[in-house]
């Protein structure tokens, strides 16, 4: 017997995708992002940058009262010479 396919949760996708669109007007003020906006933005998982940070890897990160923030310009700069941005995920 096969499986049906896996239903769409469109309210998770809607959701997703409002949250995708609030990070992006944010980032369009120059606000710095913390880094669940910037895990966001760029598709990644906020652990990712966590980890890529603490090695000194990754995109380029401000301290603003010992918190990392990120510019979006240093955001896109990172996405431009790694080519690292996904698609966002259904």
Do not use: H
């Amino acid at each position: 017997m096969a499986k049906s396919p896996k239903k769409l949760n469109r309210k998770k996708i809607l959701a997703d995708l409002e949250l995708q669109t609030a990070v992006a007007q944010l980032a369009a003020t120059g606000i710095p992002l913390d880094t669940q906006q910037s895990a966001i933005y760029l598709g990644l998982s906020p652990g990712s940058l966590e980890v890529w940070r603490s090695r000194g890897c990754g995109p380029k990160c401000i301290f603003v009262a010992t918190r990392p923030r990120y510019l979006r310009s240093d955001l896109d700069a990172w996405i431009a010479t790694s080519g690292r941005r996904r698609e966002s995920r259904p």
